[in-house]
Every structure is written in structure tokens, then in C-alpha cells.
């Protein structure tokens, strides 16, 4: 039997976090939910615990760097790791979708795909939409690899997680786990998935044109160093 982990960062969350956490373990996949509470300063972290997460913390803002903090904090015996953002806009009901491949070992990363699969009216902006098929077109002419999306959730074999050597410490870590999963011959499924709105607060990168630029920016440039160099 697999032992499944679910990640979650969360900024700034604590209208969603306890949704999220509650529907997530409704699901009976995960032996155990860790929420990282990524500098937030309101009660993300306090509704995340008495929801049932483990909560720990990476003071110092930045998605790569939530994620990179709630590896760290995995169990040993833990085997297939899923990210998932803390939102509620993804959706938990398609995680056995995303575990099985690599339960049964057909698959080492399983991405969801939101632009394949029914989206709630302005749950995307155009942005992350057109994002995600450029980085997937570019993604196809480098490596001859099929990506729709970007997407935050997704489940992988923690080995080969642990192999991949992320770094990218903001916007760009979902694409660097892409880029440097094909690089490193993973078996790769991606599936479509369902798509909601978040269900409060407001996002970090398409909340604000800020927020926005600031993420595209990060992602190009990740985009630019893992194809220039691979590391």
C-alpha cells in the first residue's frame, strides 16, 4: 500500500484553509495533510490545525519555497506526495485520478490539467491560460512532451521528487517540476480536472496586475535558466 502525503501552502488563506483540509481528508487518501502557513498574518495557520492538518512553518514568503518546506516536513515513510494549492479552487474528489498511476506503477507524475477539464466562469484569468499553453507549446518543441497547464495539483513518487533537485524558490516551481520531470524521463500523465473559483480571500498572482507580472516574470525566467542549463 502507498502512503500518500498532501502539501498545501497557504497565504493568507484562513476564510478557505478549513474547507480545503476537511475535503481533502474526506477523500481517505492521505495519511496526513500538512499545511504550510507561508508568513501569513491572519489565522491560516490556527484554522489549518483545528481542521486537521499539521501545520508548519516558512516564515519567509514564496510558493517554491512553502513547498520546499512541507517536503522537508514529509514522514519517511511517505511514497507519493500531492500538491495541491490552499485556495479552494482545486478540486480533492480527482486526487485518487492523480495517485493511482503511480500507486499501481504505471506513472512517476501525474499533473492535473484545468483548461481540459470544466472550469467555473473566472476561476482563470486569460492570462494563466494562455501561461499555460505557451509554456506547454515551448515545453513540446524542447523535449516533444504534451503540457496543458500549470497546474498546482499534481502527485509524484517522492524518490523521484527528491531526484529532481528543485530550487526555484517563488512562481516558477510548478514549471520547474515540469521541466526537470521530463528532463529526467519520468513517466508523465497529465489529466483533466475540474476548476473552481477560490473560495475567499485574493490571489497572489492573478488578484492584482502586480501580482501577475511579478509571477510571469518568474516564470519566464525559470523557463530560461532549466532550458539554458538545467539546473
Known sequence: MSVVSVIIPA???????????????????PAEIIVVDNGSTDRTAERARDAGARVVSE???????????GIRALPPECDIVVFLDGDGSDC????????????TGTRDFVIGSRTRGQREPESMNFQQIVAGRLAGWI????????????????????DALEKLGMREQTYGWN??????????????????????????GESK???????????????????????????
Do not use: W
Open 92 to 103: 480533492p474528489e480527482f486526487m485518487n485520478q492523480l495517485v493511482d498511476p503511480i500507486a
Open 11 to 29: 497565504l493568507n488563506e484562513e476564510e478557505p484553509i478549513a474547507g480545503v483540509v476537511r475535503e481533502v481528508a474526506a477523500t481517505i487518501i
Open 59 to 69: 516564515p519567509i514568503p514564496g510558493y517554491g519555497r512553502a513547498c520546499m518546506a
Open 139 to 158: 515545453l513540446r518543441l524542447l523535449y516533444g512532451v504534451r503540457y496543458t497547464d500549470m497546474c498546482p495539483f499534481r502527485a509524484i513518487r517522492r
Open 175 to 200: 514549471l520547474e517540476m515540469q521541466m526537470k520531470a521530463t528532463r529526467a524521463g519520468l513517466r508523465i500523465l497529465e489529466i483533466p480536472v475540474n476548476h473552481r473559483r477560490r473560495a475567499g
Open 205 to 231: 498572482v492573478s488578484g492584482t496586475l502586480r501580482g501577475t507580472f511579478v509571477a510571469g516574470a518568474r516564470i519566464i525566467a525559470t523557463l530560461l535558466r532549466i532550458a539554458a542549463s538545467g539546473t
